[in-house]
């Protein structure tokens, strides 16, 4: 009897994998096909499985599109300023200034957010225009404010270190010219916009440390006796909303 149950129990330890991976091709052959078929128009249109297979690979790129088309950059770099120019460290935290960047971002972004919805995502979803036409229209916002914002002698600089053709209007320039003189043009705005913000707590610092050593204090750091002056200076003149419309305003 247990030579019975010893050789049973060995069949179905050696048979039980298969009888595991025996209904996978059924479910195989359930799967959708991901397929893309010429349209009309001259473009591709890709099967519903295929633009979800796209999406979900495209989420893994948004954290670089955020950095590298969107306000965020400029409003991460200015709050970073402002917290050493403060001396506070780690107050606010990183949590609390990427947030409140994410939040200003999401709102100075609404408008061109709103155009891609419209005039992209909007018709795709209706199936009015193909996969390739959405990504077209998508770009134009896109571009649109990116050019506002980047500096002439940044794009002509990445133009010809790409050696691309000469063109009309700096909406024909590509992607990859537009998007590093982009990042470098925020990279230089909020720069400057930090050094407007360092002046005031700079002459605080050299009028508390001169004083300490006026008074023989020279063992006590300037740092610590400046950090409740500074705090004060930026409560007193609502230093929050004016560094948040100054930076909205500086989108316009």
Request: aromatic letters at 8%.
């Amino acid at each position: 009897m247990k030579s019975r149950l010893l050789r049973a129990s060995r069949l179905a330890i050696r048979w039980a994998p298969l009888c595991l991976l025996a209904p996978l091709p059924v479910l195989a052959q359930a799967l959708p096909a991901l397929t893309s078929t010429p349209a009309a128009g001259g473009g591709t249109q890709y099967s519903l499985s295929m633009q979800t297979l796209l999406l979900m690979t495209s989420l893994s790129f948004i954290p670089a599109m955020v950095l590298m088309t969107t306000s965020f950059t400029r409003i991460i770099i200015v709050m970073s300023l402002l917290r050493h120019a403060l001396g506070t460290q780690t107050s606010p935290p990183n949590q609390v200034l990427v947030g409140l960047s994410l939040f200003l971002t999401f709102f100075i972004m609404s408008p061109v957010a709103d155009r891609v919805y419209t005039e992209a995502w909007q018709p795709l979803s209706e199936n009015r225009i193909n996969f390739d036409e959405a990504v077209a229209r998508a770009t134009v916002p896109v571009k649109a404010f990116m050019l506002k914002q980047v500096r002439e002698p940044d794009l002509n600089l990445f133009s010809k270190l790409a050696k691309t053709p000469r063109v009309d209007k700096a909406e024909d320039l590509p992607m990859r010219v537009l998007l590093p003189a982009f990042v470098t043009s925020e990279l230089k705005t909020a720069f400057q916009i930090g050094f407007i913000i360092f002046i005031p707590f700079l002459i605080i610092d050299m009028v508390v440390a001169s004083v300490l050593m006026s008074m023989g204090m020279m063992m006590m750091s300037p740092a610590i006796v400046s950090l409740p002056f500074k705090i004060m200076l930026f409560v007193l003149v609502d230093g929050w909303n004016l560094l948040i419309a100054s930076l909205v305003q500086s989108f316009g």
